[in-house]
């Protein structure tokens, strides 16, 4: 407990205020250590006293929440051949009617619910024999109703107040609201209620190191007020002032991270490479054989002022599937060439490496040849590096980087391997930058000579909405490239709904005949490679089904069950052939090749023709299970076709109904062409992953108050008054508070991850 004649603060240690008991408890299952890691700890939701429903007038499918006391807790085990392993059935009663509650293979809950137990349920209302029930409802244990304490030891452990009647833990809550906490086994909402009680008891005024000039400009709350209305609220009011204030901590917090960084990097000097009148760059420009278009020349412009200065080039470019990037980054490439120092590509998959080096020595022409017979003097060597080149041909790579002889090496993570040294690194492309992480990134940022960063541009065809890219990618300077280049077809893509809509499938696999009779060929994507394995291996995360109530009756489609079904079924008859990312690389190298070629006439993939694959023969895409990916990765994958005379189609199959969020997700794919609104929408339709770690996709972001997609005025807001703080003091000297709350709200460790960039 609180020593006598010490003030308790945000970094008293929590053991002094709850016990070391409960304070090891809080270590272990929340890793909360102090009393500001607690009240940093905020609810996820708000009960309301008056939202409590009279279970007399309940409705099926309601979702409620109910108060009552537990009159009967039974639990059957149904035995050998069931599914489920236990049943416990509890009564429970508000006082006038009773309600059944269910769970499953969870025995322990008839100990936890004894009879007279007092608790709040919270589920939906379902049928059962003609009787309503919740099953598996989330539960909130409060006393009992013959104990004059409340019936948690754990509560008693802290020095709860005594029960006067059911209702005590709920009545003690002002303005009615009962805050509700994400807690872990072992470790429940009530227990952290009542330490949050006690550390608010004895806790002194918190000091507020936001300066007050910036509280008035925004009309904050102070943080002593807004960390004790998150967790008892005096009226809806408070609570609403107390979320915007600690939204703009977290905002402001992480734009203070990334400004620092942005200062940091001006202040090392990169080796300028200012475009040369007389160099390879003027010589491909002469030579083009098509006219470069307006967003390519415009990026091109903003590119080249980047690479002339002192400091170096940390730029994203953000461009529709086909709208020419490549080009763009091959004249940067070319620009640092001219001023005597390489470039590296780096490409997420080595079927995307090796397409990257053709394409290239495809555009540069004789300028790829250098060191070869007759070559131009300016030509330069085009080196690939990938894992599973042999010995001796990694060897020769490796020589071809490190002498400079290779002006521009391409290659996959095995460019960031021990070993791999460049005699004079200007520029880094990285393609597709979603794909690697952060750490991976920063292992070929640091390898540059004589202590000088390189300039950076990192490339994606999935753009980026705006409040990802202000914060996931705050130091960055983000040029947006807009337009296709002259002779892109349209795509129409379609969603087909299978089991409502059997046969739209059969005239899928006609309209693939027709394709094929045409002249045509055409990608069938599946979401796995074999019945035995965990998902597709070249990098990307696929979305599971969508949570609509629809009772997943298969496992997802695969690659190789389904090319041969299709060539013994409906499309019997035409040429098939196989890509996925676990094929040897020559394997992969060569099945390429014979869809490039049209030896093949039907390529059955994973994802990984998803970037950097163009054959402008294809004109149709068959997506299966296409509810398993991404938004923005099917707007990718259709990009492979219409990029030739021929128009596109793309077809995306699905199992789940029409009324399901995963039609919904695909039918505004095939709604618009637009990738910039589709990330959008994307981002509205599902959580962002953790921005601020390294982990670069997942269910809930580090970020608490903050949500990316709904707070994109306080991000920007943030970033403005972050970028004013570090201008003027870029070690925060003046402003230790605010240096305090950047390592409380984000950590050391997700300090560095953006520092890493």
């Known amino acids: 407990m609180t020593r006598m004649g010490s003030a308790t603060d945000m970094a008293t240690p929590l053991r002094h205020v709850v016990g070391a008991r409960l304070a090891n408890q809080f270590e272990d299952k929340l890793k909360i250590v102090t009393v500001g890691g607690l009240l940093r700890h905020y609810p996820r939701k708000y009960d309301k006293r008056g939202d409590l429903t009279d279970i007399s007038k309940l409705k099926e499918g309601e979702k409620v929440t109910v108060w009552g006391t537990v009159r009967r807790a039974d639990t059957r085990y149904p035995g050998p051949g069931s599914k489920v392993r236990s049943i416990t059935k509890v009564t429970v009663s508000d006082g006038k009617t009773d309600i059944t509650c269910t769970f499953f293979n969870q025995p322990w809950m008839s100990k936890q619910l004894s009879p007279g137990t007092n608790a709040m349920f919270a589920g939906t209302v379902g049928k059962f024999n003609g009787e309503s029930q919740l099953s598996s409802p989330q539960v909130m244990i409060v006393g009992h109703e013959n104990d004059t304490t409340l019936g948690d030891p754990d509560l008693r452990s802290v020095g709860r107040s005594k029960a006067k009647d059911q209702l005590a833990t709920i009545e003690e809550f002002p303005g009615g609201s009962i805050p509700v906490y994400p807690v872990s086994e072992g470790i429940s909402i009530s227990v952290v209620q009542s330490a949050v009680r006690m550390v608010l008891d004895q806790l002194d005024e918190i000091h507020d190191p936001l300066p007050s000039s910036f509280r008035e400009l925004h009309d904050l709350v102070g943080l002593d007020s807004a960390l004790r209305n998150i967790h008892r609220p005096q009226s809806d009011e408070d609570l609403e002032k107390a979320k915007k204030r600690l939204r703009y901590d977290e905002a402001l917090s992480v734009q203070l991270v990334l400004a620092r960084r942005r200062e940091l990097a001006r202040q090392y000097p990169a080796e300028p490479c200012p475009p040369r009148p007389d160099g390879l760059l003027a010589a491909f420009d002469k030579n083009l054989p098509f006219t470069l278009t307006a967003g390519q020349q415009g990026v091109g412009e903003e590119i080249t002022k980047d690479l002339s200065t002192i400091h170096p080039m940390n730029r994203l470019l953000q461009g529709e599937v086909g709208s020419g990037k490549t080009v763009v980054a091959l004249r940067a490439m070319l620009q640092v060439i001219d001023n005597g120092r390489q470039a590296v590509l780096l490409a997420p998959t080595e079927v995307l490496a090796a397409q990257h080096a053709r394409s290239l020595r495809h555009v540069l022409g004789p300028y790829a ?345 306080t991000i920007e807001l943030a970033r403005v008054d972050a970028t004013r703080l570090v201008d003027a003091d870029p070690s925060l000297a003046l402003y230790p508070g605010l240096a305090d709350m950047v390592r409380s709200l984000i950590g050391d460790d997700q300090q560095d991850f953006l520092e890493m960039g």
């Open 369 to 713: 040849r250098g060191g070869e017979l007759g070559a131009p003097p300016e030509a330069i060597a085009i080196t690939l590096l990938t894992g599973s080149m042999t010995a001796k041909a990694k060897r020769q790579a490796l020589l071809d980087i490190v002498s400079g002889q290779a002006g521009i090496a391409v290659g996959t993570h095995a460019l960031l391997s021990e070993g791999v040294y460049f005699a004079g690194l200007g520029l880094i492309v990285i393609d597709e930058q979603h794909r690697f992480g952060v750490e991976q990134r920063n292992v070929l940022r640091q390898r540059h000579p004589e202590g000088n960063p390189p300039h950076v541009l990192v490339m994606t065809a999935t753009p980026i909405p705006r409040t990802v890219a202000m914060t996931v990618y705050g130091d960055l300077e983000v040029s947006n490239l807009i337009g296709l280049p002259r002779g892109r077809s349209p795509i129409a893509t379609t969603a087909v709904p299978a089991k409502a809509r059997p046969g739209w499938v059969d005239r899928a696999w006609e309209r693939v005949h027709e394709e094929v009779g045409k002249g045509h060929q055409v990608y069938i994507v599946c979401p796995r490679i074999g019945d035995d394995d965990e998902g597709e291996d070249d990098g990307e995360t696929h979305e599971p089904p969508d949570e609509n109530g629809e009772e997943e009756k298969r496992p997802p489609l695969a690659v190789l069950a389904v090319a041969r079904e299709l060539a013994e079924g409906p499309l019997h008859g035409l040429r098939i052939g196989i890509l996925h990312g676990r094929m040897p690389p020559t394997e992969k190298d060569a099945a390429m090749r014979a869809f490039t070629n049209g030896e093949t006439e039907v390529l059955v993939s994973t994802t990984v023709i998803e970037v950097g694959v163009d054959v402008p023969n294809a004109t149709m895409m068959v997506v299966l299970d296409a509810e398993r990916f991404g938004m923005s990765q099917l707007h990718q994958l259709r990009g492979r076709v219409g990029r030739g005379s021929a128009p596109g189609i793309c077809l995306l199959i699905t199992e789940y109904g029409q009324r399901s969020p995963a039609m919904q997700r695909l039918e505004a794919v095939a709604s618009t062409l637009d990738g910039f609104e589709l990330a959008e929408r994307d981002l509205e339709l599902r959580r962002e992953g953790n921005v601020i770690g390294t982990s670069q996709s997942g269910n809930r972001s580090g970020l608490r108050q903050l949500v990316l997609k709904d707070h994109r005025e």
